[in-house]
């Protein structure tokens, strides 16, 4: 878009992954004209990244030109580099900077909140549920009617089969339910379609390719549904390469009156909105509140709380895999599917707590031989013996990676380097992580559980952890979520029930620092379902006339 002064958009929303793309679509479906500031360029999916393309077609090029990979995807070749500062027990910080932003490389898992999950948020499971069900047919989720008390099910397309090693897997929790053991083992859920529909994306082919980016467009993201549905509304005006430098506030200093920004040839504009919703991620959005300090606010805008940039939390884990001899002999041509992880590992601790640790934790479970990687390949050796072990592992093998909510304490919380600046002179980003003895004891029951299971299933314990110690975790640095949490007491949060700012009226968060609490599960689809939700009420509120 050109500069944009003589035009004030009803809504201006910042970033355009999973909770801003939805949020454009529901807000230009209603009549609202709507604006949609990306920092990054929009990538075509098979031009700009191709997992699919030969490996030997650019190698020495990518290769000179640095790659780590032979074939370009799309976190290795666009993901941000030396964007933050972290302190403590090596945190991460992931940040896309396209057009659908980490929607383009996520693994598709979309799995509901279940009643449980929402008892320390001001909404209920009930009051989610709606949006759940729209968000899941817009992306096509596939996946099976399990029947799970604390994991609903949801509309789903036709479920993808677990592979062989899964299936051992599942034999293995089977047994040891009939001892008296609590947990379910269940095929994965995932936003790629499985049936053809009419004006829906393209049937996904299990090349196994998705979080290097769909080079076909089958899994979701906000780019190839939402963003251009909205675009055909003609209500949505697009700004990419255009990255937010300042949030610009009215007079009176209460309400936001727009956004200053800097486009992709270094010259800076600004946006005109009666409403502001950011989406830029739980790191990236309590950064903007604490940069923009007023008079009004000196602690930085929407922050009279105190609140945020804490209350941070994300999941993190360990791995257990297992050998099984029993497939030795099998067909492992057709074992790419969709991605690495076909199985899930759940319900553990979700109405009997675990006495030695808060919160609970679910288990990824994949397994089988991909032609362009593999899941076990530290192996001593060399010539032809090491080939047929190598394979002979990859064949035989499953992976239990652990996903456990992160205990949020006054430890881990978000704030600003008072030292490094980004090129358009803001401040990086600090996070801060420290392990505690409740995350030490949650990783040590998954270790025990996951042994357990593969030797119930007749399997042999091949890779483990050991003794755990806070330098043998690994957070998701995908899943951040909490920073800038709705509540309905001002004091102990930033946000309203509607994920409106208790002190600044025409201010909406849209991404997951909104989340009140954590569950195991993935965060994505909860993220799209709150999106919706506020956007409808936003809506709403434009209708009564409260933004006029």
Not at 35 to 50: H, W
Request: hydrophobic share 35%; glycine share 10%; aromatic share 8%.
């Amino acid at each position: 878009m050109p500069a944009s002064r003589k035009t004030t958009f009803d809504v201006c929303i910042i970033g355009s992954g999973p909770g801003g793309g939805i949020a454009a679509y529901v807000l230009a479906k209603s009549g609202l004209k709507v604006a949609l500031v990306e920092a990054g360029p929009r990538l075509r999916a098979g031009v700009d990244y191709n997992a699919h393309g030969s490996v030997y077609a650019n190698l020495e090029k990518r290769l000179q030109s640095g790659h780590r990979q032979p074939v370009s995807s799309v976190w290795n070749d666009y993901a941000e580099r030396n964007h933050f500062t972290p302190v403590g027990d090596r945190p991460g910080h992931g940040l896309l900077k396209a057009l659908g932003g980490r929607s383009l490389c996520w693994a598709g898992h979309s799995l509901r909140f279940g009643p449980l999950d929402f008892r320390h948020w001001p909404i209920s499971y009930d009051e989610v549920a709606p949006y759940y069900s729209r968000a899941e047919q817009l992306m096509a989720v596939y996946g099976n009617k399990d029947g799970l008390s604390n994991m609903p099910d949801g509309e789903f397309q036709k479920p993808v089969a677990m592979r062989c090693g899964e299936q051992l897997l599942k034999r293995g929790v089977e047994r040891l339910k009939a001892r008296g053991l609590r947990m379910e083992f269940v095929g994965q859920r995932k936003a790629m379609p499985t049936e053809s529909w009419p004006g829906q994306r393209a049937v996904c082919h299990y090349c196994g390719h998705c979080m290097q980016g769909c080079e076909v467009d089958a899994k979701y993201t906000s780019a190839n549904t939402p963003i251009p549905l909205a675009l055909r509304t003609g209500n949505l005006a697009l700004f990419t390469e255009s990255t937010m430098t300042r949030i610009l506030m009215d007079a009176n200093g209460h309400r936001v009156s727009g956004i200053e920004y800097t486009n992709g040839r270094g010259a800076v504009d600004k946006i005109a909105c009666k409403v502001l919703v950011l989406a830029c991620n739980s790191i990236e959005t309590p950064r903007h509140l604490l940069i923009n300090r007023t008079r009004e606010f000196p602690n930085g805008i929407a922050n009279t709380s105190g609140h945020v940039g804490r209350n941070l939390t994300s999941h993190f884990g360990l791995t257990v895999a297992g050998f099984f001899p029993e497939l030795r002999a099998r067909d492992a041509s057709n074992d790419d599917g969709t991605d690495y992880y076909h199985g899930l590992l759940t319900a553990l601790s979700w109405d009997n707590p675990n006495p030695h640790f808060e919160g609970t934790y679910q288990v990824q479970c994949g397994s089988g031989l991909h032609p362009r990687r593999l899941a076990i390949d530290s192996v001593p050796g060399y010539g032809s013996g090491f080939k047929r072990r190598l394979r002979e592992l990859n064949v035989c093998h499953a992976s239990m990676n652990m996903q456990g909510a992160l205990l949020s304490s006054a430890k881990k919380y978000v704030d600003l380097d008072p030292d490094k600046k980004d090129r358009f002179g803001l401040p990086f980003p600090r996070v801060h992580l420290h392990y505690e003895a409740n995350d030490i004891a949650m990783a040590e029951d998954m270790i025990q559980t996951c042994e357990q299971i593969i030797r119930a299933a007749g399997g042999e314990v091949i890779s483990t952890p050991g003794a755990v110690s806070a330098a043998k975790l690994q957070i998701d640095y995908n899943h951040w979520v909490g920073t800038v949490r709705m509540g309905r007491d001002p004091k102990t949060s930033v946000l309203n029930p509607d994920c409106q700012s208790h002190d600044i009226p025409n201010l909406f968060v849209g991404d997951a620092s909104v989340f009140a609490a954590y569950a195991e599960k993935n965060p994505t689809l909860t993220n799209i379902a709150l999106s919706w939700r506020m956007s409808e009420h936003l809506i709403e509120k434009f209708r009564r006339g409260e933004f006029s």
